[in-house]
């Protein structure tokens, strides 16, 4: 998140005056004029204080309708449970443990719910263990259960609370979905990401509009040490970027390495429906990035085959080296098998096995193993949703302080190692085309943000994509899914938009 800590520090040096009245008379009149500075200075904060107030405003509102939407999903995959499971349920709920109490179980979390104003930091643990009637999926040669169940306790002594997860696979990695709700009538949504022995969240709300930090881990010490260091910086936040401000025409930005795309956008096919916007948002994502935006060169697939495109991704591994800035932009049919997700290439049967299709993991091979690149975004569309393009969100009046800040950030994120992933939300059928247009959704986001960001002479990172993206598709049943694959090594980077004119 980018922090704008904006503190005015006055110095105010009253130098040696004469005892001449008209010696005072000038040192009254410069104080006076100080004065004036000063109440200038104290309303340009108190503007500020309020465009802060409004904004966290504005994220609790945005927090509360993500709740409501998670809740609303959540009741397609939290089942009816058995008559035994309830009645244990029950019991678990009448006995509070303290954490280090806990019973033995196959995973334990711990759990932040950050304060709003005027509020203090609430704290929460407990336990999870796999429901062995749920559905199996494979992961890396193992088998999981794809849904858990358990008990969470609130850090005040008395509040009891019960939790429902499921998990399954995306990018060749674990990811889940958790619901939470209290006996204080405090319910919690999150989604996270699962590596081997540690689980980390990536986006959490609360019924109320609260931001939620968790981990799950196999082992309880290590719940338990992440609710310690919770409670020691309790400051401790979710990095959740806000949109870039306006008028940054002063910020120059001097990449290391050259900036190159593979687009990609499957329309026509030869055994599944054809689609409409694939093909339209491609061209005009390469028509934006070759006039506003420095990319060395961009490869173009139109309705690729299978070959086409694996070719594709091996010239773009040939030329590109590990200075360099790769995007990868993905549109067309998708589809899942046994928890593995797949791009359909043109070519692409209609049924699964026959070997056509292309497996995210042999992507996931690319980008770990192929691709030398500094910077690796990939971006994937396809799911489709319909409805009404909503207004850009920037920052306006930005004052030079807010400028340094923001270059600062920025310079940091284009010199770390960075691997993004941005996808248009879940697998579930939608609409191609937003109505009127002949763009999806996504790509109509990406293409607008693209232009307003380039008339404004903003660079942007892709987390502040993402964000704006978050907020386009409220009220819609899929949204924009943003995260760094931890098989990806990240190096706490982000992939940076620069305008032409912003480049040193």
């Known amino acids: 998140m980018l922090k704008t800590v904006k503190a005015l520090l006055i110095i105010v040096f009253i130098s040696t005056f004469s005892l001449q009245v008209s010696s005072e008379t000038s040192w009254i009149t410069k104080k006076d004029k100080t004065k004036k500075t000063l109440v200038k200075k104290t309303e340009t904060k108190d503007k500020k204080n309020e465009w802060i107030k409004k904004k966290k405003k504005e994220e609790v509102k945005k927090n509360k309708e993500k709740f409501k939407e998670k809740i609303k999903e959540s009741k397609s995959w939290i089942t009816k449970k058995s008559k035994e499971k309830i009645k244990d349920i029950k019991e678990n709920l009448k006995k509070y443990k303290d954490i280090d109490s806990l019973p033995k179980a196959e995973f334990y979390f711990a759990a932040l719910v950050e304060p709003k104003e005027n509020e203090e930091p609430i704290y929460l643990y407990g336990y999870v263990n796999a429901d ?17 169940d358990g008990i969470g306790f609130l850090d005040d002594g008395k509040t009891t609370c019960q939790v429902d997860s ?23 949504t999150g989604t996270f990401i699962q590596t081997k022995d540690k689980g980390k969240g990536i986006e959490g709300e609360t019924n109320k509009g609260n931001n939620v930090e968790f981990e799950f881990y196999t082992s309880k010490n290590d719940a338990i040490a992440k609710l310690e260091l919770y409670k020691e910086v309790k400051e401790t936040l979710i ?22 795309a593979l687009l990609i956008g499957n329309s026509e096919y030869d055994n599944w429906d054809d689609l409409v916007s694939p093909e339209n948002d491609v061209r005009e994502i390469k028509k934006v990035l070759d006039q506003s935006y420095k990319f060395e060169k961009i490869i173009h697939v139109d309705n690729g085959t299978k070959k086409e495109i694996l070719t594709a991704l091996e010239e773009l591994s040939l030329i590109t080296t590990a200075n360099d800035y790769v995007l990868i932009y993905y549109s067309g049919h998708g589809d899942i098998k046994a928890e593995q997700a797949y791009w359909i290439p043109k070519d692409g049967s209609k049924k699964w096995g026959q070997d056509d299709w292309i497996s ?15 910077h690796i975004a990939v971006l994937v569309d396809s799911c489709y949703v319909g409805g009404k393009f909503k207004g850009l969100n920037l920052l306006d009046n930005m004052t030079e302080e807010d400028s340094k800040i923001f270059e600062k950030q920025l310079i940091g994120d284009l010199n770390s190692r960075s691997r993004s992933v941005l996808s248009s939300g879940s697998t579930g059928p939608v609409s191609d085309t937003v109505a009127g247009t002949n763009h999806s959704m996504f790509a109509l986001t990406f293409l607008n943000l693209l232009k307003e960001f380039q008339k404004s002479s903003i660079p942007v990172n892709l987390k502040s994509v993402a964000w704006n993206m978050d907020r386009y598709f409220a009220g819609s049943s899929q949204r924009p899914h943003y995260y760094h694959p931890p098989t990806w090594s990240d190096g706490g980077g982000d992939f940076i938009f620069i305008p032409k004119k912003n480049l040193q």
Do not use: W
Not at 132 to 144: G, R, T
Not at 166 to 188: A, P, R
Not at 360 to 374: G, V
């Open 239 to 260: 990095t959740r970027s806000l949109p870039a401000p306006r008028n940054n025409k002063n910020i120059k930005l001097e990449p290391n390495g050259k900036y190159y």
């Open 132 to 148: 062995s009637k749920s559905k199996k999926f494979e992961l890396n040669n193992m088998s999981y259960y794809s849904k858990s």
């Open 360 to 374: 995210i993991n042999y992507i996931d091979i690319y980008i770990r193993d192929e691709i030398k690149a500094h």
């Open 166 to 188: 499921q998990i399954g696979t995306f990018f060749g990695d674990m990811m889940g979905k958790v619901v939470v709700k209290c006996k204080n009538n405090l319910e919690m």
